[in-house]
T-cell receptor, first 115, second 112 residues
C-alpha cells in the first residue's frame, strides 16, 4: 500500500530560524512522483514542487530547498530564514506512475512562524 | 496565470438537501478531480474524471455523489442528500499533460 507520513504535527519557530519539515513515503513502485503543497490560513492548496523518483537531485528555490533520498524514502523540505508569511500547513504527497489520478496526501505539518 | 476557480466559496445547507459544487478547471486541462478535506484532517481523493467519464473513485465516493461536466468549462460535484459528515472543504483540481494537479481555492461546505 502507498502511504505518506509527516511525523511533525505542529512546529513553531521564531522568525529567521531555519526549519525542516519531514516527509517519509511508502511505495513498492519504482516510478512515482512526490509533491509538496502549502495550505495558508486562507485555505487554498498551493503547489510548491514536484519530483519524480528518478531525479534525486536536490532543489533550491529561493529560501526553499528539498532533499530527496530514495534510500530512506524521504523527501524533506527546508525553509531558510523563515518568515511570518511561511505560516501554513504543508502537505507532502505521492502519486504513482501507473495512476494518473489519485494523489495521496500526508497528514500535514502545521508551521507557525512567530515574529 | 491561469487558475482553477470554484464557487461558491462557502455553502451552508440543511441535512438531507442536495448541493452542487462548481468548478472551472484551467481551460486546456483534460483531467479533473475532486478532493475533500475534513477540518483539521488530510486531503482525501474523491474522484477523477477524463473524457466525460469517471476514471477512478475512492470508497468515499458512494452513490450519494456524482460528477458532471455539463459544458466545455464547468465541472460539478453533486451530493444528493447531504449528511452532517459531509461538512468539509471540497477542492477541485485539474491537470493537462504534466503530472501536477493544480487545485482551486476550495468550497467550504457546512451541513447543519
Amino acid at each position: 500500500a502507498q502511504k505518506v507520513t509527516q511525523a511533525q504535527t505542529e512546529i513553531s519557530v521564531v522568525e529567521k530560524e531555519d526549519v525542516t519539515l519531514d516527509c517519509v513515503y511508502e511505495t513498492r513502485d519504482t516510478t512515482y512522483y512526490l509533491f509538496w503543497y502549502k495550505q495558508p490560513p486562507s485555505g487554498e492548496l498551493v503547489f510548491l514542487i514536484r519530483r519524480n523518483s528518478f531525479d534525486e537531485q536536490n532543489e533550491i528555490s529561493g529560501r526553499y530547498s528539498w532533499n530527496f533520498q530514495k534510500s530512506t524514502s524521504s523527501f524533506n523540505f527546508t525553509i531558510t530564514a523563515s518568515q511570518v508569511v511561511d505560516s501554513a500547513v504543508y502537505f507532502c504527497a505521492l502519486r504513482l506512475d501507473f495512476s494518473y489520478d489519485k494523489v495521496i496526501f500526508g497528514p500535514g505539518t502545521s508551521l507557525s512562524v512567530i515574529p | 496565470e491561469p487558475e482553477v476557480t470554484q464557487t461558491p466559496s462557502h455553502q451552508v445547507t440543511q441535512m438531507g438537501q442536495e448541493v452542487i459544487l462548481r468548478c472551472v478547471p484551467i481551460s486546456n486541462h483534460l483531467y479533473f478531480y475532486w478532493y475533500r478535506q475534513i477540518l483539521g484532517q488530510k486531503v482525501e481523493f474523491l474522484v477523477s474524471f477524463y473524457n466525460n467519464e469517471i476514471s477512478e473513485k475512492s470508497e468515499i465516493f458512494d452513490d450519494q455523489f456524482s460528477v458532471e461536466r455539463p459544458d466545455g468549462s464547468n465541472f460539478t460535484l453533486k451530493i444528493r442528500s447531504t449528511k452532517l459528515e459531509d461538512s468539509a472543504m471540497y477542492f477541485c483540481a485539474s491537470r493537462f499533460g504534466t503530472d501536477t494537479q493544480y487545485f482551486g481555492p476550495g468550497t467550504r461546505l457546512t451541513v447543519l
